[in-house]
């Protein structure tokens, strides 16, 4: 890390360092609230969570080599399960909350890095855009990226805390679900490019419609470092109004031709499953690309990502070779070949927006296209109406089978049915467990899958089940 030390970490977060006479000035290592992926040399920060209390573990860190520890307890308030007694504790900085603590230290960290840190927001396609991002730079760059789905409050710090000294830019992803989340993870992030992918109908409870996800959303935007720059979806109609952000121009990117786009795509030949094939326009020259990821919406991602490489400096010859080079993360629209039929494996979440672009994907296969839709989450007051239009999106569209699975699926099923023209295969199955024990059943030699709802279905257990 750099220039991390027990000392400033503990004035970071206002904390109070004990029991590190001499070695105040050690430089941590790394920084992490699982002691599983603790680096001998580094910070350990003691959380209770939902089921585990991190407290209990601050003898195994101590045992395993960490240099210092972030408490709420000392010694003699904690009962460590495992390693070194109480009074054999190494260092350890006391405070009040080891959460916000852990905020507290990634914001310092951040504001002592001098590599360029582009932070990506959006209703829809954070995941594949910095993918895509993350691979053009990488062109150029060593670059950190967000893993998994460490883009939130708790995810987001620790990102940050895992930039060294050899990476040269950050590419981190910023979720939220509420007003004020935005603004908490920007005062962490500090971007100096922020991209925000589209403003879709996601997270409604809280934040009750567009405009509401278009306010919480472009909260980011008083959090960009001096001289920051924004790029935009132009495509989306409300980020296409925004034309200026702290007096700068903003940078669209979409796939239209347009004198308002600082990069776009034309020409753009639908390759099925295999993706995309288009001519990407920087500026007033053209370059052909190949988008590897499978989906219309994905030539917009890949359009992001050429606008921040060509304000990071890359040639185009490098963003070509960039794009061209990405690979599907898990669960986010990843394709899985087997002996006898394709998955699409979507599953990681979902909302309408995503949802119908699934459906749009499955329907490039040559093969019967099968979609296996589960419940959608956090859509507020309007829920039924958007399950049900989406349930009337894929028949409309023309899948071969539709299987709803879940309580608000059914809504699903029924504005299916109302659409049914007879050759359909529609079911509803209350649960994911019903699913499971009919799909031998339902599932035919050579079928395109497309498996796909919110997280908390837990629709991996089906992508695992075909796969067996």
């Not at 059914?410 to 299916?416: E, G, I, K, P, S």
């Not at 050759?423 to 059943?441: A, G, K, T």
């Not at 599932?443 to 089906?462: N, P, R, V, Y």
């Amino acid at each position: 890390m750099l220039d991390l030390t027990l000392q400033t970490a503990a004035k970071a977060c206002g904390g109070k360092l004990l029991g590190a006479e001499g070695r105040e000035n050690k430089e941590l290592t790394c920084a992490v609230i699982d002691s599983r992926k603790l680096e001998e040399g580094g910070l350990f920060l003691a959380a209770k969570g939902e089921k585990v209390d991190g407290h209990q573990f601050i003898g195994q860190v101590f045992e395993k080599g960490a240099a210092c520890v972030v408490t709420e307890k000392t010694p003699e308030e904690v009962e460590c399960l495992y390693g070194v007694a109480a009074d054999e504790w190494g260092p350890y900085i006391l405070v009040e909350d080891s959460y916000r603590a852990l905020k507290q230290i990634a914001a310092y960290y951040r504001s002592i890095l001098s590599i360029p840190v582009v932070g990506i927001t959006g209703s829809v396609g954070k995941t594949s855009t910095k993918e895509f991002i993350a691979g053009v730079l990488s062109e150029k760059y060593k670059v950190l990226k967000t893993e998994g789905n460490y883009n939130n409050e708790i995810g987001l710090p620790l990102t940050l805390l895992r930039i060294h000294k050899e990476h040269e830019a950050a590419v981190v992803e910023m979720g939220i679900s509420d007003f004020g989340e935005m603004s908490r993870l920007g005062e962490m992030a500090r971007p100096d490019i922020c991209v925000i992918t589209n403003i879709g109908q996601c997270h409604l409870e809280n934040l009750h419609n567009r405009a509401g996800i278009f306010k919480a959303k472009t909260e980011i935007f008083d959090y960009l470092q001096e001289g920051g720059r924004v790029c935009l979806n132009g495509e989306d109609d409300l980020l296409f109004e925004v034309k200026q952000v702290q007096g700068r121009k903003v940078y669209h990117f979409g796939i239209s031709e347009s004198p308002d786009f600082a990069v776009y795509a034309t020409d753009i030949e639908n390759l099925g499953l295999l993706g995309s094939r288009a001519v990407m326009h920087i500026g007033t020259k053209a370059y052909p690309v190949e988008i590897p990821l499978p989906g219309g919406h994905m030539v917009i991602n890949a359009m992001a990502a050429a606008t921040v490489g060509s304000l990071l400096n890359l040639t185009p010859e490098e963003i070509q070779k960039g794009i061209q080079k990405v690979e599907p993360v898990s669960g986010r629209s990843r394709l899985i070949r087997l002996a006898d039929k394709l998955l699409i494996d979507d599953c990681y979440n979902a909302n309408p927006v995503s949802m119908k672009a699934a459906v749009d994907l499955l329907m490039t296969a040559t093969s019967r296209k099968t979609a296996i839709l589960g419940d959608m989450f956090e859509l507020g007051e309007d829920s039924e109406n958007m399950h049900a239009e989406v349930g009337a999106y894929a028949i409309e569209q023309g899948v071969d089978a539709l299987y709803c699975v879940g309580e608000k699926s059914r809504f699903m099923y029924d504005a299916a049915l109302e659409r049914y023209d007879g050759s359909q295969d529609i079911r509803y199955f209350e649960n994911r467990e019903e699913l499971l024990e009919s799909l031998p059943l339902l599932i035919q030699e050579g079928d395109t899958i497309l498996i796909k709802a919110s997280h908390g279905m837990g629709f991996s257990a089906i992508v695992d089940s075909l796969r067996s």
